[in-house]
């Protein structure tokens, strides 16, 4: 068996991951974390509907997650990240009380776009890995 092939392909994986995600803070591990943890991406798709104010988000992610409530304190959380990463945009109102409301930026409109790709890929090929799933768990027992 030839293995030249197979070590220049992990030479290159080798080299992008030293380019773009050797460090736990580079983009390329972070925003896919991102993505996998239980609420950015539900809060990316609610805010790709438009701005938004936190009591109305939080009321609204947890009407929509398979998970319980979110706190308040992980909303704001995740938000926080969100907005460093250039995703969410955050504006403060002069009004008394001052008004917060969120919305995504140029930047996480692109990303729900990405998202959105990958789950539309997941819902297109769900009984695909219900299926896979299945038979692993009946060979596994």
Known sequence: MDSAPLHQA?????AEMTAHGKHRDDPAREVMGLLGDRWSTLILLVLETGEWRHA???????QLSAEQAISQRVLTLKLRTLERDGFVARTITGSVPPKVSYRLTPLGRDLHGQARTLIDWINTRADNIRLARERFDAADS
């Not at 992990?10 to 080798?14: C, D, E, N, P, V």
């Not at 109305?56 to 947890?62: A, E, P, S, W």
């Open 56 to 62: 109305d988000l939080r009321r609204t992610l947890g």
């Open 10 to 14: 992990i030479a290159r994986l080798a």
